[in-house]
């Protein structure tokens, strides 16, 4: 008996441990998307792979991942659901999440994890 108590305990710690780190990551709106990357550059990672890409105030945007080669591609806010879209050549539009971590980093909703990402100023290609 003791032992289910002490597992129980356990497991219910390690969900109140990684409610938190979730409730930290907070949705930025359509205007703070367009405000934080408008003239902007930032530098992340993609399911692993280091990446820069600017965004123009035009809505075109030029993504360069390392060691590949750069593509060019739209972006766009949309104020009814305050999500990030993008577009390819070979997705179309498709919507993402942006979030500001604590600590005031920033990161993309993919799927269930973040890809976390740094704002410089300017084209910095």
């Not at 497991?11 to 930025?28: F, I, Q």
């Not at 979030?99 to 084209?123: M, S, T």
């Amino acid at each position: 008996m003791e032992r289910r108590v002490f597992i129980g305990s356990v497991l219910a710690s390690s969900l109140v441990g990684g409610a938190p780190a979730m409730a930290a990551a907070v949705k930025l709106s359509a205007a703070e998307i367009e405000a934080l990357l408008s003239g902007n550059t930032i530098v992340g990672t993609w399911s692993g792979t280091s990446y820069r890409q600017y965004y123009a105030p035009d809505g075109t945007t030029l993504y360069v991942p390392e060691g590949g080669r750069a593509d060019e591609g739209r972006w766009r806010t949309n104020p009814d659901t305050n999500d990030y879209e993008s577009w390819w050549r070979s997705t179309g539009w498709t919507p993402y999440a942006l979030v500001r971590l604590e600590g005031g980093d920033y990161a993309w909703v993919n799927g269930d994890r973040h890809e976390p990402f740094r704002v410089i100023a300017g084209r910095q290609l």
